[in-house]
């Protein structure tokens, strides 16, 4: 067989995702940032850089070279997780190399077989991929539905399931900027002795005092695991698991992708205690932020007539792939950072803009992407 026939499959994926006008490319950063998830600015701020410097001098390696468990585990790394523990107020922090293996690791790892993984329909994919992987029942529930989630799991009850409930959502969705009923999740969780997975992947930093999150009154508690990222607003890369002390030792002692990964660069771990510390010196971030979500969601819904998410993430749905693309690539083009969302990223028919709020912009310029916007909205349908 010719290696044109060996690679004729995907081609042929790939001349299909082109047709629906899904297909996708790596493309440089250019223009002003309205794209990124680096909220609080932190990913250039001068204190990590400082911090990660400073551990250069002192002889921090940039690689782990090791598992965890084998010559991997470093005074950067145990130092973090003591002061996550600390600011999340939790028993136990662990340090992942990033949230998409986070997640896969925790669903691949705790839910046993016999349990039942119910998850929000727009969960990240990641949460996806680790259920299907894992040895649990696993079923969707309607985004933001707790009735849903309550219903899947009498219905599970009474097909004979006697396991352990799992359920799994976001605290703030990374495409809608929508928050998840935690408090009336927290109690579903209670009322049928279930396990509330939480993943803060957009809230940690920005929400919640002194950042910690949207679930930082649940932290803490027996029954609730707490996934929080390092290379969103935190600036640096890699992921922290935090709940129970005997969640993070089973993890250690049976997680695969934990056990068996060379451990993170020690120097991520040196910059996100540092981000860590930022979070509670500097307020005046999240407060600014704040300020800038708010005046963001009043000029878009005066102008283009979306409805604000009420969050740094501004969702704006186009509907159609092409057109979606379409508008990012003119603002693109006008010096504005705006990516497009397609399908299966989103549900089929919301193709959108995806507009992300950082400390990267100020109010000038956020006033400028919007009027840009409007104009180009109209422009596309006269």
């Not at 990660?52 to 585990?73: D, E, F, H, K």
């Not at 894992?134 to 009735?147: I, K, L, T, W």
């Not at 309550?150 to 809608?176: F, K, Q």
């Not at 749905?317 to 010096?335: D, K, T, W």
Request: hydrophobic share 45%.
């Amino acid at each position: 067989m010719s290696a044109g026939g060996l690679l004729d499959r995907y081609e042929t994926t790939l001349s299909g995702l082109a047709r629906k006008n899904r297909l996708r490319a790596l493309s440089p950063r250019a223009g002003l940032d309205f794209a990124s998830n680096d909220y609080l600015g932190l990913a250039a701020s001068p204190r990590l850089a400082k911090a990660v410097a400073a551990a250069l001098a002192a002889g921090t390696p940039i690689g782990a070279t090791g598992s965890r468990l084998l010559r991997g585990n470093t005074p950067e790394h145990e130092t973090l997780e003591a002061e996550a523990a600390r600011f999340f107020a939790v028993e136990r922090a662990l340090f992942f190399s990033g949230g998409y293996v986070a997640n896969f690791a925790i669903l691949t790892t705790l839910p046993q077989k016999g349990d039942l993984v119910v998850l929000d329909a727009l969960i990240h994919a990641s949460a996806h991929e680790g259920a299907r992987a894992g040895r649990a029942a696993v079923v969707e529930a309607p985004h933001n539905d707790a009735s849903g989630f309550e219903d899947a799991i009498l219905a599970w009850r009474h097909l004979g399931g006697t396991g352990r409930p799992w359920i799994v959502v976001e605290s703030l969705y990374s495409m809608d900027g929508d928050h998840a009923p935690l408090a009336e999740l927290a109690a579903l969780a209670d009322r049928h002795d279930a396990f509330l997975l939480i993943d803060e992947a957009h809230a940690t930093g920005v929400h919640g005092p002194d950042g910690r999150g949207l679930a930082h009154d649940l932290e803490g508690r027996d029954n609730v695991v707490v996934l929080h990222t390092c290379g969103k607003a935190l600036g640096a890369s890699g992921a922290l698991v935090t709940g129970p002390k005997v969640i993070g030792d089973y993890l250690i002692n049976r997680c695969r992708p934990f056990i068996y990964a060379t451990a993170p660069s020690p120097l991520m771990a040196v910059a996100a205690t540092e981000a860590l510390a930022i979070l509670r010196d500097e307020p005046e971030r999240r407060e600014r932020l704040a300020a800038l979500v708010a005046f963001a969601g009043r000029e878009i819904e005066a102008y283009c007539g979306v409805a604000p998410s009420g969050s740094q993430i501004l969702p704006v749905i186009v509907g159609a792939n092409a057109r979606a693309m379409a508008l990012a690539n003119v603002l693109q083009a006008r010096g504005f950072d705006v990516r497009g969302i397609r399908p299966p990223t989103v549900p089929e028919g919301t193709a959108r803009l995806r507009i992300s709020l950082t400390l990267n912009v100020d109010q000038a310029d956020v006033a400028a992407m919007i009027k840009a916007l409007a104009e180009e909205w109209e422009r596309m349908a006269a």
